[in-house]
């Protein structure tokens, strides 16, 4: 499963609020279930991964989430 910080550019919705949320239900929703195997946080810039990894533990950052940043 992969997802972009929704909202968060033109829109204005303030980074750190978004991934606190982002993080805050994926991690709710792997304590319960098994799949998706992999969540990616596609992020637009390595600013917006910053405020991500620092949302994530190590202990988070782990086969199953991964932080990806930059333009594609």
Same mark, same amino acid.
């Given at each position: 499963?992969? #997802?972009?910080? *929704?909202?968060?550019?033109?829109?204005?919705?303030?980074?750190? !609020?978004?991934?606190?949320?982002?993080?805050?239900?994926? !991690?709710? #929703?792997? +304590? $319960?279930?098994?799949?998706?195997?992999? =969540? =990616?946080?596609?992020?637009?810039?390595?600013?917006?991964?910053?405020?991500? $990894? !620092? #949302?994530?533990?190590? @202990?988070?950052?782990?086969?199953? *989430? @991964? *932080?990806? +940043?930059?333009?594609?």
């Amino acid at each position: 499963l992969a #997802f972009p910080a *929704i909202s968060t550019g033109v829109y204005g919705f303030p980074i750190e !609020r978004a991934t606190q949320i982002a993080v805050g239900h994926v !991690r709710a #929703f792997l +304590g $319960r279930s098994a799949y998706p195997e992999v =969540v =990616v946080f596609c992020c637009f810039s390595e600013a917006d991964a910053a405020v991500y $990894r !620092r #949302f994530l533990t190590p @202990k988070d950052i782990t086969s199953s *989430i @991964k *932080i990806g +940043g930059g333009p594609v």
